[in-house]
């Protein structure tokens, strides 16, 4: 019914940078509040950025000054800018949305996921 999919990903070298998106398909009314979440090897899946549907946002500590969260409500679509990367934001990064379907109820979405690369 509804479906998020990461794009953007990919392998580059410490201190590049990388845009993720994830756009949202099928039939909903609107959403509300999107995140980034990421998961490496070996540990908990965390919270990265969030973006409330009026465009607050809030970061995790290691990601402030690096990261950007961003959205455009009128292609569904989320955005994580990441500059400065380095080897330690190496992950999968997951997007994550809060979306009221047809029903007019809101219901929490996850994507699939798309790896993030950074190599030294």
């Known amino acids: 019914q509804v479906q998020l999919v990461e794009s953007g990903g990919g392998l580059v070298q410490a201190g590049g940078s990388l845009r993720l998106s994830c756009a949202a398909s099928?039939?909903?009314?609107?959403?509300?509040?999107m995140r980034w979440y990421r998961q490496a090897p070996g540990k908990q899946r965390e919270l990265v950025a969030s973006?409330?549907?009026?465009?607050?946002?809030n970061y995790e500590d290691s990601v402030k000054g690096r990261l950007t969260i961003s959205r455009d409500n009128a292609k569904n679509t989320v955005y994580l800018q990441m500059n400065s990367l380095k080897p330690e934001d190496t992950s999968v990064y997951f997007c994550?949305?809060?979306?009221?379907?047809?029903?007019?109820?809101?219901?929490?979405?996850w994507g699939k996921g798309t790896l993030v690369t950074v190599s030294s």
């Open positions: 099928g039939r909903f009314f609107s959403i509300n509040g």
């Open positions: 973006i409330t549907s009026g465009g607050s946002t």
């Open positions: 994550n949305a809060d979306i009221v379907t047809t029903d007019y109820y809101s219901r929490n979405y």
